[in-house]
Structures are given as C-alpha cells and as structure tokens.
C-alpha cells in the first residue's frame, strides 16, 4: 500500500506541479471503528522524487507515545514528526 500511494502521489505531482520545493501527504489507516492504526508519511521534491517516506503504527515510538485516535490527532503526529526530521537534520 504504502508503495502504490507513492506512485499514485508521485504521478498525481507529476500532472499538478507545484511551486514549492517539496510536498507533503499523510495518508490515515483507520479500523472499522474510526480510530487511526496507522499514518503513511509521503515527502516529494519538487519533480516527484521521493524525499523521504514513512510508516508509523503501534510499533514505533511516536505513534504509540501519542495513541491517536482519529485523524487530527494523527495530524499532530505527523507534524511532531516532521518537525523532530527537520531539527535532525539541521544538527
């Protein structure tokens, strides 16, 4: 799933270029009750590129550390987690 949402955004980017340097998708995996059980993380530079993509579950620190449970508060997670990659990489 995650490599086919990449291809999908990817070509989606490709038809709608932008004017910034890169684009951002989350992509929200959520059960049959609402509750978000994942979150896909999609960077593309400009000309498509794959910058940096990410999957996020129970298995990794940042989700389980904020337990989202709907899709704004995985939009906090998501925005907690590029800011952490961002300040990373400016070290």
């Known amino acids: 799933m995650l490599r086919d949402s990449l ?3 990817q070509a989606w ?3 709608h270029p932008i004017d910034t340097d890169y ?3 989350p ?6 009750q609402g509750r978000v ?7 593309l530079a400009q000309a498509g590129m ?3 993509a990410l999957l996020l579950n129970s298995h990794h620190e940042p989700f389980k550390k904020a337990n ?3 899709p ?3 939009t906090q997670v998501v925005v907690g987690v590029l800011h952490a990659m961002w300040k990373e990489g400016q070290e």
């Open 7 to 9: 291809a999908e955004f």
């Open 13 to 15: 980017l490709t038809a």
């Open 23 to 25: 684009a951002v998708l």
């Open 27 to 32: 992509e929200y995996l959520v059960d049959g």
């Open 37 to 43: 059980v994942g979150i896909h993380l999609y960077v």
């Open 50 to 52: 794959c910058a940096d």
């Open 68 to 70: 989202p449970q709907t």
């Open 72 to 74: 704004a508060d995985a």
